[in-house]
């Protein structure tokens, strides 16, 4: 796969940040569009961008939950240089469960990421070529719904679920799809954190295994494996021995 187009949302800070920096870096890279919504950070992002490689950055402030916004520009990146790789990577964490945060919520990991990878689809299937890759930021709170946080959980599932989906729905036109779960990684969500945070990983290496496995077409990216494989069992379990055992865990405020 030959990735040298590449579009990514949520690339002011944490893994999106990260992703920007790696893909950079990488000799092969001609285009990189990146976008976010706090211009000092996506700026700072851009420049170290450039000194990274030489890859042109392409640098806009851009609000996920813009439908049109985010369309025109999706279109008039592929336009200027098909996209091989669209990443919709922006989130947020709901943290306090009020009214404004769970919709704020739904808006940004549901929406934002229909608004930005539905476009993308559209463009891909007009073009006979293989190399054409979406990757939808899930989260490891996806595999099952977290009293401490239902909103991110929920939001989380929701795409984890449809990219998982839309893999094989979209195989016949060769568009490869994955769908990336990391646990916990160095963010201002993360930076925000009160609870513990078993097998945190800095941004840098994170972005550097998904790159990896995104070349190798791996389905669901979910990782460390530790907690992977906690989740995984949570989420198998009968609903009362899950229930004692998700109400005991510490809450994420």
């Not at 160095?186 to 954190?193: A, H, L, P, W």
């Amino acid at each position: 796969m030959i990735i040298k187009n590449i579009l990514i949302t949520g690339a002011s800070s944490g893994i999106g940040e990260a992703l920007a920096l790696h893909y950079a870096q990488q000799p092969e890279t001609e285009n990189l569009f990146i976008c976010g919504r706090n211009k000092q950070r996506l700026q700072a992002v851009k420049k170290a961008c450039e000194e990274a490689g030489s890859a042109k950055i392409h640098a806009d402030i851009i609000d996920v939950t813009d439908r049109a916004a985010v369309e025109k520009w999706i279109n008039s990146a592929e336009q200027l240089s098909p996209l091989n790789l669209v990443f919709a990577n922006a989130g947020v964490a709901s943290l306090q469960e009020t009214p404004e945060n769970i919709f704020n919520t739904f808006d940004i990991n549901v929406f934002g990421v229909l608004n930005t990878i539905t476009p993308a689809i559209e463009n891909y299937k007009k073009r006979p070529d293989k190399n054409k890759i979406i990757a939808i930021t899930a989260s490891i709170a996806g595999y099952h719904g977290l009293a401490a946080c239902p909103s991110y959980s929920a939001t989380k599932a929701c795409v984890k679920a449809y990219g998982e989906a839309l893999r094989l729905h979209l195989l016949p036109y060769n568009i490869q799809v994955n769908t990336i779960c990391p646990g916990f990684i160095r963010s201002r969500i993360t930076d925000k954190n009160t609870c513990p945070m078993p097998f945190f990983m800095e941004a840098a290496p994170a972005a550097a295994l998904i790159a990896g496995r995104i070349q190798k077409n791996i389905g669901l990216i979910a990782f460390p494996w530790p907690m992977r494989l906690a989740v995984w069992l949570g989420s198998i379990l009968p609903n009362r021995l899950s229930d004692y055992i998700y109400k005991i865990l510490p809450y994420k405020v």
